[in-house]
C-alpha cells in the first residue's frame, strides 16, 4: 500500500506542477513531452486523476 500511496503522491505533485506552469507561463508541460492531445497525455491527465482521489482517500485518514 505505501508503494500506490507514494506513485500517487508523485503523479499528484506533478499534476500541480504542470498547472503552475499552465498558470504562470501558459506553458503545459505533459503536452509539450507527449504531444498535445495524443493518447500518452490522455493517459497521464487520467493518471493524475485517479492519483487526485486516492489522495482524497489518504487526507481523510489523518482526521479518523
Known sequence: MKIINTIAL?????GGLNW????LFNFNLV?????????LSKIIYILVGI???WCISL???IFE
Open 10 to 14: 508523485l503523479l499528484v505533485i506533478i
Open 20 to 23: 503552475g506552469l499552465v498558470g
Open 31 to 39: 503536452d509539450f513531452l507527449f504531444g498535445e492531445g495524443s493518447i
Open 51 to 53: 492519483s487526485s482521489l
Open 59 to 61: 487526507f481523510a485518514k
